[in-house]
Structure formats: C-alpha cells, structure tokens
C-alpha cells in the first residue's frame, strides 16, 4: 500500500491534501466531513486584520462616546458580508474545532499592517491551533511606495507575528515580487517555517451596463498550477521552510506533480467548494492507484523529484525554456 505521509511545519500528516482557507472551514460540521473523508489538515478561513482592528474602534467608540472615531472606523472598515464570525467567536470556534477533530488545524490571520491586531497570533495559538498562516494579501497602489519599502512592511509584520507565538507559522504570499527567491529567504529570516504558494488574488471585472465594479471570485481551474509549480521547484531545497502549494490544484495527478515540485502539502480550495468533502477519497484513491501504477512507495520518495535542483535540464524552469516553448508552436 503506498505511503501517503508527509510533514508540514513539522506536523505529521496522514496525506498531502490539505483544505485551504475557505468558507469551509467556518462551520464544524464541515470539518468533521473533511476528516471524515481523510483530509490530511485543514487551515482556517481567515481572520482580517480589518475585522480586528474595526472591532476594537467600535468598543473604543462605545468607551469614549462623542468623539468622531466611529464614523472614521466604519469607513475604513470594508464589507465583510457575511463571510466572517467576529475576532472572538474564530478564536473560539478554533478552541471548538481541535477537541472535536484529530486532524491538525491551522489558523489564519490575514493583514498587511503592523498593529495590535497580530496579539489573535497568541489567541489562536492559545485556542489550540496547530500552527498559524499569515496571509499578507495587499494590493500595492501607492505611486510613491518603493518595492523596497514595502518589502520591509512585510518582514516586519512576519517579525511581530513571529514573536507574539511559539506555534509553526508559515506565510501566504503573492507571487508578484521581482525577486521572489529573496523575499522568499528573507521571509523564512525573519521567523517563516514555511511559505505557501500563492495567495489567489481575486481580479475585480466591470458591470458595463450598471457601471459598478464586481467583486466575484471565480474558483480556479488546474491551468493555474503551474505558476507555484514553477516556483516551489525552483525554491525546493534552497531555503529552510517547508512549501505548500495553493492554487489550481483539481486531481491527484495534480498533488502528485506538486510533490514532485518539492510541496509538503497542496492545499485546495476551489476543488472542495465544488465537488464537497466526498471529493477527498476520491482524490486520495487517485493518488494511490497513480503510486501503484508507477511504483512509488511513498510520497517522501518522489518529493522534489522534479525541482530545479533534480532536473537533468535546471533551465526548464527559466528564460530559456520560453524561446523552446514560442518554438514548439512554430513547429505545428
Ligand atoms: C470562496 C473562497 C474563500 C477564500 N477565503 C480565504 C481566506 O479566508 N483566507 C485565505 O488565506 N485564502 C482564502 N481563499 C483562498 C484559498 O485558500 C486558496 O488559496 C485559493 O483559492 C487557491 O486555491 P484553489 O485553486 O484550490 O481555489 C479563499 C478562496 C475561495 C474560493
């Protein structure tokens, strides 16, 4: 029988099929199907710095009635609908969670700004949480902010989370850095046990009729594998942090293409949301009749397999590979 372990953060996971931040973690009993059906762990949907900080200018208000700061709060505050329970209630449906469950558990914090609300990294760790992601999604539109400057924003941010708790954390980021592999180096410095690849940013259309802006999020399909296929192999054995995969993952062939890429885990998202929790058997049974096939007997065995660094060809993942790639179609 093949051996689908693997570790995490230094967590021991019966499989690699982890269930990413979603809404399906906002509810117990969807937990409870996800490990019914052997998912290997799940992170938490995100609590936003904004939700935090928003409720602490509201009781602020409520303290120190007459001054101004609540108009300015709900400003500021955006729309959460109704994706999320306030600051406490996560906290306590973590707590909830990891008596009910034997799968690890992840907590999510999602920000970008230094500030109080990274003390929820001490709540969640004291919740129970097995280990922390820190998804710092940020949308850079400041003409006068350097990269450099904002880079610096997000080391610090790993920094003070990295400090307010003792459980593994790894961090969420975009793939949109000019050097990636530093960003990457210096985010494992400052405190990252691991990096998950890569926030899905949701990308706004325009409503041409009622003239408004639509923030749908559409889920994704196995085409958007490769851009953290590409880079988890090129990263792979060349910083001190374990490696998750997020984003387009729909088969088992595509857990197993991103096990040989170097990921500890993949995360999935969209497959769960649209297939539910009786998607995971049947993943795993691919994964395995795959194993079977091909004779692999564990997961460990093939990890990094096809990195840059085990490649015959290094440059498939780089800029030569693109003038290859322009002449296979000139070729047809
Ligand atoms: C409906 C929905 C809600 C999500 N909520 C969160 C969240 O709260 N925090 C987070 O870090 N990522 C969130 N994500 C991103 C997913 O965790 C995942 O990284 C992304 O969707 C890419 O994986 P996929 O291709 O399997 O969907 C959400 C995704 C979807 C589709």
Redesign the pocket.
């Known amino acids: 029988m093949a051996d689908l372990t693997t570790t995490y953060l230094g967590l021991h996971l019966k499989n690699p099929v982890v269930a990413?931040?979603?809404?399906l973690s906002k509810k117990l009993d969807s937990v409870k199907r996800l490990e019914d059906a052997g998912i290997g762990a799940v992170v938490m949907?995100?609590l936003f710095e904004e939700q935090i900080t928003h409720e602490s200018l509201a009781l602020n208000y409520f303290l120190d009635r007459g001054t101004e700061s609540m108009a300015e709060s709900l400003t500021y505050f955006p729309d959460l609908g109704n994706y999320n329970l306030g600051s406490d209630a996560y906290v306590g449906l973590i707590a909830k969670i990891k008596e009910a469950v034997n799968i690890p558990v992840i907590g999510?914090l999602?920000g970008f700004t230094p500030g109080g609300w990274v003390d929820y990294a001490k709540k969640i760790e004291q919740a129970g949480a097995d280990a922390l992601?820190l998804?710092m999604y940020n949308i850079a539109t400041d003409l006068t902010q350097t990269s450099q400057d904002l880079e610096q924003v997000y080391i610090d941010l790993v920094s003070d989370v990295r400090k307010q708790s003792n459980i593994p954390l790894a961090v969420?980021l975009s793939p949109f850095f000019t050097s990636l592999p530093n960003m990457a180096a210096r985010l494992v410095k400052a405190g990252a046990n691991g990096l998950v690849l890569f926030?899905?940013f949701y990308q706004p259309d325009i409503d041409v009729e009622t003239l408004e802006v639509i923030p749908e999020?559409h889920?994704?399909s196995s085409e958007?594998l490769r851009m953290p296929l590409r880079w988890i192999a090129i990263l792979y054995g060349r910083i001190e942090a374990d490696l998750a995969l997020?984003?387009?993952?729909h088969t088992g062939e595509d857990v197993i293409k991103a096990a040989m890429a170097g990921a500890n885990v993949s995360?999935?998202?969209?497959?769960l949301?649209h297939k539910g929790a009786g998607r995971v058997p049947e993943l795993l049974g691919e994964i395995t009749r795959w194993m079977e096939e091909f004779e692999y007997d564990s997961i460990t065995q093939m990890k990094g397999s096809m990195s840059q660094k085990a490649v015959a060809d290094p440059a498939a993942f780089e800029r030569a590979n693109y003038m290859k790639a322009l002449q296979s179609f000139d070729n047809r």
Do not use: C, D, Q
């Open positions: 990413s931040a979603s809404p949907y995100s999510s999602n992601e998804n969420k926030n899905r999020i889920l994704s958007e997020t984003t387009g993952v995360m999935l998202a969209s497959e949301i």
